[in-house]
């Protein structure tokens, strides 16, 4: 039993250890290791834990501590088809819903554009919204500014999030996020990696006892899903 543990554990580092995130996996390696080997969740250290200490995670205003959160790799198509190696961070309670949500996507060829940590946009959520990278945990406020956001304890995610803005209706004006996403407002239009209610990016995360934020009454969060 511990020999092949230790050779299950071998192998997911042989298959991991020659791609970094961001990168396309070549489909004779996915054949070799099986794609099951790029999905994986661990405690939060080293260069993660200290790229986070710069970024995203600052101890003075933790809303949760590092040691509940994972860090996820796993894998996504791009709009051609690719598989690519994708990371978040999230609290330790979502990471197997995420995890599995994210593998199903994956066997579907559901398109994710980007899936980097916020901390490669120097934890500016705007920026990383901007280039449709889809991130998870992130210290900061609401979008509305009103709260802590459920990102700050690591409770919600971001998917394709240009194409699907953040959009509220205020007494001089509307907020729309990111910048520029206006035209993804009209959801009746044709266009990629939109969300929408029954698709399913929209079914796992209900399956999973997920919210979306398409669904709320005041303003709509198109990109959001948060679990409480
Ligand atoms: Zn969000």
């Known amino acids: 039993m511990a020999c092949f543990l230790y050779l299950t554990w071998t192998v997911t580092v042989m298959a991991q250890g020659r791609f970094r995130p ?10 070799v290791y099986g794609y099951e080997k790029f999905f994986t969740i661990s405690k939060i250290n080293g260069e993660v834990r200290a790229l986070m200490l710069q970024n995203s995670y600052k101890d003075e205003a933790a809303v ?18 690719n598989a690519v190696v994708g990371e978040l961070v999230c609290a330790a309670s979502i990471a197997r819903d995420l995890e599995e949500i994210m593998k199903a996507l994956f066997e579907a060829g559901y398109p994710i ?16 919204m901007r280039d449709n990278n889809t991130s998870c945990f992130n210290q900061r406020l609401s979008t509305s500014g009103a709260k802590v956001s459920r990102h700050s304890y690591g409770l919600a995610i971001d998917i394709n999030p240009l194409y699907n803005p953040y959009y509220k209706a205020k007494a001089f004006g509307k907020i729309v996020r990111p910048a ?23 079914r796992l995360f209900k399956e999973h006892g997920f919210r979306w934020g398409g ?3 005041s303003g709509k969060d198109y990109q959001h899903f948060e679990k409480h």
């Open 22 to 31: 961001g990168d396309i996996v070549p489909e004779p390696y996915l054949k």
């Open 64 to 81: 949760v501590p590092m040691e509940s959160l994972r860090y996820l790799r796993v894998l996504h198509c791009d709009e051609d088809g």
């Open 113 to 128: 554009e980007k899936m980097r940590l916020v901390d490669y946009y120097g934890g500016d959520d705007e920026a990383s």
């Open 180 to 202: 520029g996403s206006d035209l993804y407002l009209n959801r009746k239009a044709h266009f990629p990696y939109k969300i929408q209610k029954g698709d399913l990016c929209y």
């Open 215 to 217: 669904e709320w009454l």
